[in-house]
């Protein structure tokens, strides 16, 4: 028995309670304990109840097979903790990727090459006689005095 529960004792306390159910029954309660931060399906105790004998000649068996499910539990328990801390990683670094792009593109300067493609606002001066508004003739600024041909 002492030679089953040693996986499920890796890390962990055990505390096996007994008690006389009746005359020809015992009830054997095999709980395990971990640590504070453990999930609890790793603190689900192991409960056979039968006679002495039965007890002699099944509680091996049974109890192997809960350890062995322990330990599965506990693996797969594990791996999923990895696989969710593996895909927040991931999703953090993408999320900062995608924050430092929009960064960059909003501090690019201005392409100097080419003028931007906008239409030129235009100007009216409205008529001394309320009529119609005279439009003013499009003026491009620049740096140097336009010359003359």
Known sequence: ????????????T??????????????????PHGKADD???LSTPL?????PEELDAELG??????????TQ?????????????AAAQAAQEEAKRKADERRKAALKPLDRGSP???AQPTSAVPAADGGAATPLPAVTLGLFPASAP
């Open 116 to 118: 931007p493609a906008t």
């Open 47 to 51: 409960t056979y109840t039968g006679p």
């Open 61 to 70: 068996k049974h109890l192997a097979g809960y350890v062995q499910t322990h």
């Open 39 to 41: 999930n609890p399906a």
């Open 14 to 31: 055990v505390l096996i309670t007994v008690a006389k159910v009746d005359d020809k029954t015992l009830r054997v309660n095999v709980i």
């Open 73 to 85: 539990t506990a693996s797969t328990l594990a791996e999923a903790k990895a696989t969710m801390e």
């Open 1 to 12: 028995m002492f030679t089953e529960l040693m996986p499920l004792l890796a890390g962990r």
